[in-house]
Each structure stands twice: as structure tokens, then as C-alpha cells.
């Protein structure tokens, strides 16, 4: 390395004064060149950043407002009137209400377990919407084709404490 350093500087001390100014002229542009190739991208991405910044405090700001409006947005069920029936009767108006024909409910320590059958998948995907809409988590749900046209399901609920 200081052999190098030697003949740059041996090299430089036999230029002519003009010739001097013209190198360290050069390497001055050499090296403000550098500085701005290293520099120009990272305030490029530093403004890029900054903007970002602006959108996403934007952002924030407007779910703030919207706080309230997303409290009163629990699910996507309808508003429903409390039904004081039981849940047998809950559980069978749902699956007739869906289309599907009722075979049976049983209960085990507060799951109950509910067996349909129908013709149409739409129609179990229904009664699974229902039933969490009307106030129960839905478990298990398991679904088999007994024949080409006809589907036997079964459901595992848990009314949800109000």
C-alpha cells in the first residue's frame, strides 16, 4: 500500500504546476461525485419515507374518527329481537327457516348437537350463518353426502353467554 502511495506522490511531483491543478481539480470532482452518488439515494428514500409517514398518520387518524362507527359493527347479522324460546325451538325454527329438514337435537352439558339433512351445500352454509347469528358458536360442523342429491349434516353449538 505505501508502495503505491510512493509512486502516486514520485508521479505527482513530476507533473507540472497546470497539470497539478488539473488532477486535484479532477479528484475534487471525483470525490464530490462520490458524495453525491452515496447521498442522492438515501434523501430520495428519506423523502419517499416522509411521505409514507404522512399517508399512514393520515390513515390513523381517520380509523381513530371511526372508532365508534366499528364498535356498532360486531358481526354481520342483522339486529335481532331476543327470542325467549328455547333452544330446541330456536335450533328447529333455524334449520326449517334454512330449508333443511330437522332430525335431531341432543344435548351434552350445554352443546347441543344437531343433525339436518337437504339437498343444497348453500343452504348448510346458511344455517351455520343463522345459528351464529342467533346467538350460538358454532363448534363442529360436519357434512356428508349420503346419496347424489342428498347431503346429512350434523352441528355442535354452544349458546353464547349474554
Same mark, same amino acid.
Given at each position: 500500500m505505501n508502495d503505491i502511495i510512493d509512486? /502516486?506522490?514520485s508521479t505527482f511531483d513530476g507533473l507540472e504546476s497546470r497539470e497539478k491543478q488539473l488532477a486535484s481539480g479532477g479528484g475534487?470532482? /471525483?470525490i464530490v461525485t462520490a458524495v453525491f452518488a /452515496?447521498? !442522492?439515494p438515501m434523501v430520495a428514500k428519506h423523502s419517499e419515507l416522509s411521505e409514507q409517514a404522512e399517508q399512514l %398518520?393520515? #390513515?390513523l387518524?381517520? /380509523?381513530e374518527q371511526q372508532r365508534e362507527v366499528v364498535v356498532r359493527l360486531k358481526n354481520g347479522c342483522a339486529s335481532r329481537d331476543? #327470542?325467549? &324460546?328455547s333452544d330446541r325451538d330456536k335450533l328447529t325454527k333455524l334449520v326449517r327457516r334454512s330449508q333443511l329438514r330437522f332430525n335431531s337435537l341432543q344435548n351434552n352439558n350445554g352443546t347441543q348437537r344437531l343433525v339436518f339433512s =337437504? !339437498? #343444497?351445500a348453500n343452504r348448510v352454509m346458511h344455517l351455520a350463518h343463522q345459528v351464529a347469528c342467533a346467538g350460538y358458536t358454532v363448534k363442529a360442523l360436519d357434512v356428508t353426502r349420503s346419496s347424489v342429491t342428498e347431503l %346429512? =349434516? &350434523?352441528?355442535e353449538v354452544v349458546a353464547i353467554e349474554s
Open positions: 509512486r /502516486l506522490r475534487i470532482i /471525483l /452515496l447521498i !442522492s %398518520n393520515a #390513515d387518524q381517520w /380509523l331476543i #327470542d325467549k &324460546s =337437504g !339437498s #343444497d %346429512n =349434516g &350434523s352441528m
